[in-house]
């Protein structure tokens, strides 16, 4: 090989390796780091990116109130990078209880698709709440592989648009989740989404239903999801971890 030839060799190798460099570098210098907002009114989101590629896309629903920015999750959206997955927190709404908070889900989760750069990874909805059986309605327009809902409240037919379940694709895993002392909801929602679930013939092969148990350090209850303490981690964050990997697996 001529010293030219080497040279350019050097030189170009030398480049493809810094521009590998820099493009790792990119993601890493936001990994963990919450931004956003990005869109208005209920396209509204906040994103999150994982180190390196993601392992799943995690979209977080918030309840129902009347401030839902501050029924956040920061804490828990940058354990959810750290564990390797892009984050997504949707506002959903423009209002509180607005009465198409479900199609709002379906144009933010897009929204936050479009601003990590659209990764080729399986989406999972997790939601407390309204937002947990959001979850699971939006999963017949997002195709996610798992749709967790955590608590999830009861539907209002007299103004919030039914949903077709059947569009929801088998391969994707709907978990139900009550808390042992959950005085707001208790199992009320997650019974009512069983119903009609299973009112368009999804079967309990796709549906698990699991109880959040209370202990000294931890009480089940409505709002024990926004807790970010080690039992509270160990009690929510620690079973959604595993229903996520479950989900993606």
Request: proline share 6%; net charge positive; with cysteine.
């Amino acid at each position: 090989m001529s010293q030219a030839a080497r040279s350019w060799w050097s030189w170009t190798s030398s480049a493809v390796l810094l521009v590998a460099l820099l493009a790792g570098c990119g993601r890493g210098d936001k990994a963990g780091q919450i931004e956003g907002p990005y869109g208005a009114g209920a396209k509204q989101v906040w994103v999150t990116h994982s180190r390196g590629d993601p392992k799943a896309v995690v979209v977080m629903l918030h309840g129902l109130s009347p401030t839902p920015a501050r029924l956040d999750f920061k804490r828990w959206q940058r354990h959810l990078a750290d564990e390797g997955y892009d984050v997504i927190y949707a506002r959903y709404e423009a209002r509180s209880g607005e009465p198409r908070a479900r199609d709002g889900v379906v144009a933010g989760v897009r929204n936050g698709l479009a601003e990590l750069g659209k990764p080729k990874a399986p989406l999972v909805l997790v939601g407390h709440s309204r937002g947990g059986r959001l979850a699971v309605e939006a999963a017949a327009y997002l195709k996610p592989r798992g749709a967790i809902a955590i608590y999830p409240g009861l539907i209002n037919p007299a103004y919030e648009p039914p949903t077709n379940f059947s569009k929801i694709p088998a391969t994707t895993s709907i978990w139900l989740l009550v808390g042992d002392r959950d005085e707001g909801v208790g199992a009320a929602g997650a019974v009512e989404l069983l119903d009609r679930l299973h009112s368009f013939g999804i079967t309990n092969g796709q549906i698990h239903g699991e109880l959040v148990r209370s202990n000294k350090s931890f009480v089940a209850d409505h709002m024990s999801v926004y807790r970010t303490d080690p039992a509270a981690q160990k009690a929510i964050w620690a079973r959604v971890d595993r229903l996520i990997r479950r989900s993606i697996s």
